[in-house]
């Protein structure tokens, strides 16, 4: 396997602390899956946009998942370079599909590690990204799936939203050092949609307002009836926050803007990725296998 000489920090900026100190956390060193939830008007998208965005303009990342709102991903599939594992509306099919294919990279890349001699991959570029799977609305996702297996009468075998749930369990459990991070989507955590051993492996978790206790204390365990009943009151876009080595804060997520700001900066942040295919042939081959759209030579 070839590795570019790539970026080992991949920051990712969220908002302010309330004592005004910068929050985020970085996609590569942090090496966490992260979940957020947070219920109607809490200001999930405004912080998913952000991050998002600073994601798409880094060309050691590539974003894939499953978005049954049709809006979220949905500037991945238009950009100049079309993301073919960006699932758009309610398809199980196509979202075991996506997963499938992450949980092979993931395999051949944890293959690839004892030739390397190495535990973990922490140094990513266009020619070996950090691949970012977003679900969006996770349980949607989930109960999306268990209707099609209902109404189509599947036997257990070959229903889709155990496959679904078994390989995000398996990503959740053993991707993370192969360079691929989970961001998580709901309204709100509950231990039906994972379980709390995979749930262990979230490091970066985010609570915007959401009114039930047990949601809050889904993510932050340590959350005192004073914490969860704070949540309850939070306005739109602040947050309970924690990473990997850092305890819990409350700050306040940036606000990014309308809709068309994030698609467009999705968009433009083509331009850097094409830039990065012009110097690198290693980059170019990556693309032309990945995406059919770059001619090699
Ligand atoms: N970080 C923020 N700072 C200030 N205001 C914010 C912030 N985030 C969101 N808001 C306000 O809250 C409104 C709702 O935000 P947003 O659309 O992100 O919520 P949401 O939780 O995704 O809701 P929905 O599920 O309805 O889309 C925004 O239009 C904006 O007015």
């Not at 590795?3 to 090496?31: C, H, N, T």
């Not at 204390?217 to 990997?244: I, N, Q, W, Y």
């Not at 083509?270 to 770059?294: C, M, N, S």
Request: net charge neutral; with cysteine; charged share 25%.
């Amino acid at each position: 396997m070839r590795k570019s000489a790539g970026v080992s920090r991949i920051p990712i900026r969220l908002g302010r602390s309330q004592y005004g100190e910068d929050v985020g956390f970085d996609l590569a060193a942090d090496a966490a899956h992260i979940a957020m939830q947070g219920k109607t008007r809490s200001g999930k998208s405004q912080a998913t946009y952000n991050v998002l965005a600073q994601a798409a303009a880094n060309a050691a990342v590539r974003v894939v998942g499953s978005d049954p709102t049709h809006v979220l991903l949905e500037p991945f599939k238009h950009r100049g370079v079309s993301e073919p594992y960006v699932v758009s509306g309610l398809n199980a099919q196509a979202t075991v599909d996506m997963l499938g294919w992450v949980k092979r990279e993931s395999d051949r890349r944890i293959d690839q590690m004892w030739p390397l001699r190495t535990d973990k991959f922490s140094e990513f570029g266009a020619s070996f990204p950090l691949i970012l799977v977003v679900l969006e609305e996770f349980p949607g996702i989930l109960e999306g799936a268990a209707d099609e297996d209902a109404a189509l009468g599947r036997k257990p075998a070959e229903r889709l939203a155990p496959r679904i749930s078994a390989y995000v369990r398996q990503i959740a459990a053993q991707s993370a050092k192969a360079g691929i991070r989970l961001l998580l989507l709901s309204q709100r955590a509950e231990a039906s949609i994972i379980g709390g051993n995979a749930r262990s492996n979230f490091g970066v978790k985010m609570t915007l307002r959401v009114d039930e206790p047990e949601s809050v204390r889904m993510l932050h365990p340590s959350a005192s009836p004073e914490d969860c009943a704070l949540v309850e009151t939070f306005k739109p876009g602040t947050c309970l926050f924690e990473k990997p080595g850092e305890g819990r804060q409350i700050m306040r997520c940036d606000f990014v803007g309308e809709y068309g700001r994030y698609a467009r900066a999705i968009e433009s942040s083509d331009l850097r990725f094409l830039a990065t295919l012009q110097q690198d042939q290693a980059q170019r081959e990556f693309f032309a296998e990945e995406f059919g759209v770059v001619d090699p030579s």
